[in-house]
């Protein structure tokens, strides 16, 4: 990456002077005040407050204060934008010259907060792929999706049950860990006798600890985690849905500015092995317009059993006959070829360093590792990039939700559905001896159901369903 494909717009979001309010039973005037925290100051930064500013002021549900002193709310943030590549004027170039039309990457996690504060609202904010001006396109964004979330209601807070000093340990996935890992800071603040730790071993892992005795729950990418590794203990354990990610197949081409697209054939093709250059012509038949290197593919997989790898091989294995009579859907699936890596952070850095190379990870994993990842064909036809909204309707589409909340959400219907999303659990004894660390989970539970589900959206997570939520609140009673 040049220096010029690394210019950073800023490393966190939000500024300004600024308050915010929205509609709220007892105010005399239906208006919430909100201030916008100054950002790093940064390249461009000034501009992005002023954008910012400048649109919240467009919402008359909205009063932008220049005092945190006077604000009922806060709005605030982190995160970065950078120059990838430019695209070339000139149809007829295969070249990306610096004067060419910018191609933007990036993130940045903007969160509401109450005066306590305790996130009531989230949400990731990534730049379109070309923008004359990304500081104006990012502001639209957040304030319009700021709208949206003034307009619903913060669940209310779960009441802490008294309890003594607990101490609970997890372990299993990484692909939800920088989600659990906020939870669990943020819910020893409000809860200081309860702390939650948490390993991120990969799914199988994880739920080999639960099992073995060495951890009081697991999470898993699978919901058949349990099942497959060990059958005749499936009637002692709940699964909990906690959220929805989405998994992205992440590649890095030099000199290529371009977002790809890959259609599930040609992923598994490239998976199988059979698929060896990037200008295949499978490849190339799906996208057209851009030129491909004649350069050898080095494919990146989880070397450690993993929920990933699982949701992966899931889809694959519905979109690809051949896929699932060979390899089919698996924690840890017999990989015809590739190279191993442990964990979603060490295939990250493994496609980082490695020209030519494919992987997959969490959503959010891509966005912080600054990595090109592809729209994927979904079962409506359409190329489609892995993000918040694609989720969403991917998750809206699901099949029926059964007791156990077991479900694959992968090749949903429904146009603009992304086709690698999944839920993730937790995977919970349903008896706990140990009156504390039952009302520690417990409480833990109600939490992540309440105040918990906005903060995910901030780290690249859709929050649960309603009637998930409802439904797991419920059967949360279960535990004894």
Same mark, same amino acid.
Request: net charge neutral; charged share 20%; with cysteine.
């Given at each position: 990456?040049?220096?010029?494909?690394?210019?950073?717009?800023?490393?966190?979001?939000?500024?300004?002077?600024?308050?915010?309010?929205?509609?709220?039973?007892?105010?005399?005037?239906?208006?919430?005040?909100?201030?916008?925290?100054?950002?790093?100051?940064?390249?461009?930064?000034?501009?992005?407050?002023?954008?910012?500013?400048?649109?919240?002021?467009?919402?008359?549900?909205?009063?932008?204060?220049?005092?945190?002193? /006077?604000?009922?709310?806060?709005?605030? #943030?982190?995160?970065?934008?950078?120059?990838?590549?430019?695209?070339?004027?000139?149809?007829?170039?295969?070249?990306?010259?610096? /004067?060419?039309?910018?191609?933007?990457?990036?993130?940045?996690?903007?969160?509401?907060?109450?005066?306590?504060?305790?996130?009531?609202?989230?949400?990731?904010?990534?730049?379109?792929?070309?923008?004359?001006?990304?500081?104006?396109? &990012?502001?639209?964004?957040?304030?319009?999706? &700021?709208?949206?979330?003034?307009?619903?209601?913060?669940?209310?807070?779960?009441?802490?049950?008294?309890?003594?000093?607990?101490?609970? $340990? =997890?372990?299993?996935?990484?692909?939800?860990?920088?989600?659990?890992?906020?939870?669990?800071?943020?819910?020893?603040?409000? $809860?200081?006798?309860?702390?939650? /730790?948490?390993?991120?071993?990969?799914?199988?892992?994880?739920?080999?600890?639960?099992?073995?005795?060495?951890?009081?729950?697991?999470?898993?990418?699978? !919901?058949?985690?349990?099942?497959?590794?060990?059958?005749?203990?499936?009637?002692?354990?709940?699964?909990?849905?906690?959220?929805?990610?989405?998994?992205?197949?992440?590649?890095?081409?030099?000199?290529?500015?371009?977002?790809?697209?890959?259609?599930?054939?040609?992923?598994?093709?490239?998976? &199988?092995?059979?698929?060896?250059?990037?200008?295949?012509?499978?490849?190339?038949?799906?996208?057209?317009?851009?030129?491909?290197?004649?350069?050898?593919?080095?494919?990146?997989?989880? #070397?450690?059993?993993?929920?990933?790898?699982?949701?992966?091989?899931?889809?694959?294995?519905?979109?690809?006959?051949?896929?699932?009579?060979?390899?089919?859907?698996?924690?840890? !699936?017999?990989?015809?070829? #590739?190279?191993?890596?442990?964990? /979603?952070?060490?295939?990250?850095?493994?496609?980082?360093?490695?020209?030519?190379?494919?992987?997959?990870?969490?959503?959010?994993?891509?966005?912080? $590792?600054?990595?090109?990842?592809?729209?994927?064909?979904?079962?409506?036809?359409?190329?489609?990039?892995? =993000?918040?909204?694609?989720?969403?309707?991917?998750?809206?589409?699901?099949?029926?939700?059964?007791?156990?909340?077991?479900?694959?959400?992968?090749?949903?219907?429904?146009?603009?559905?992304?086709?690698?999303?999944?839920?993730?659990?937790?995977?919970?004894?349903?008896?706990?001896?140990?009156?504390?660390?039952?009302?520690?989970?417990?409480?833990?539970?109600?939490?992540?159901?309440?105040?918990?589900?906005?903060?995910?959206?901030?780290?690249?997570?859709?929050?649960? !369903?309603?009637?998930?939520?409802?439904?797991?609140?419920?059967?949360?009673?279960?535990?004894?």
């Amino acid at each position: 990456m040049t220096s010029k494909a690394t210019w950073i717009v800023l490393l966190a979001v939000c500024a300004t002077t600024v308050p915010i309010f929205a509609r709220q039973e007892g105010k005399t005037n239906g208006i919430r005040r909100l201030y916008l925290e100054p950002f790093t100051t940064k390249a461009e930064s000034e501009k992005l407050r002023a954008d910012v500013a400048s649109e919240l002021r467009k919402l008359a549900s909205i009063l932008v204060v220049p005092s945190e002193a /006077n604000a009922d709310l806060i709005l605030g #943030g982190g995160g970065e934008i950078w120059v990838r590549g430019y695209r070339s004027l000139n149809p007829r170039s295969e070249r990306s010259p610096s /004067n060419g039309t910018p191609v933007y990457d990036g993130f940045l996690s903007v969160e509401l907060r109450d005066k306590n504060g305790e996130t009531l609202w989230s949400y990731l904010a990534t730049p379109g792929t070309t923008s004359s001006d990304v500081s104006k396109d &990012l502001a639209r964004r957040i304030a319009k999706h &700021l709208a949206e979330g003034l307009n619903q209601a913060a669940p209310p807070r779960t009441a802490s049950l008294p309890q003594p000093s607990t101490v609970l $340990n =997890g372990a299993g996935a990484t692909f939800p860990n920088p989600v659990y890992a906020k939870w669990f800071t943020n819910y020893r603040r409000e $809860n200081p006798s309860v702390e939650i /730790n948490y390993d991120a071993v990969g799914s199988e892992a994880g739920v080999r600890k639960l099992l073995a005795g060495d951890a009081d729950f697991a999470a898993s990418d699978s !919901p058949e985690a349990i099942r497959d590794l060990a059958p005749r203990e499936q009637e002692k354990y709940l699964l909990f849905p906690s959220v929805v990610g989405a998994v992205v197949p992440i590649v890095n081409i030099p000199g290529l500015p371009n977002d790809i697209s890959l259609t599930p054939e040609a992923l598994a093709g490239i998976y &199988l092995g059979e698929i060896k250059k990037w200008n295949d012509p499978l490849l190339r038949q799906a996208n057209r317009g851009i030129h491909l290197p004649d350069l050898d593919i080095v494919v990146i997989h989880r #070397g450690d059993g993993s929920g990933t790898s699982y949701a992966w091989t899931d889809y694959l294995s519905q979109t690809s006959l051949e896929w699932r009579t060979r390899i089919g859907t698996d924690l840890s !699936p017999k990989w015809p070829t #590739g190279r191993a890596a442990t964990g /979603n952070e060490g295939v990250a850095q493994l496609v980082k360093e490695l020209g030519g190379s494919i992987g997959y990870v969490e959503f959010i994993y891509a966005l912080q $590792n600054h990595l090109s990842f592809a729209k994927v064909r979904n079962r409506n036809g359409e190329f489609v990039a892995g =993000g918040l909204e694609s989720m969403a309707i991917a998750a809206s589409q699901s099949v029926q939700i059964h007791d156990d909340f077991k479900v694959s959400i992968v090749d949903a219907p429904g146009a603009g559905a992304y086709p690698i999303a999944s839920f993730t659990w937790f995977i919970i004894p349903v008896r706990i001896a140990d009156d504390a660390k039952r009302n520690a989970l417990t409480g833990f539970l109600k939490w992540m159901l309440g105040p918990g589900q906005p903060q995910a959206a901030a780290l690249g997570y859709l929050a649960l !369903p309603k009637n998930i939520v409802s439904r797991e609140q419920d059967s949360i009673g279960r535990i004894h």
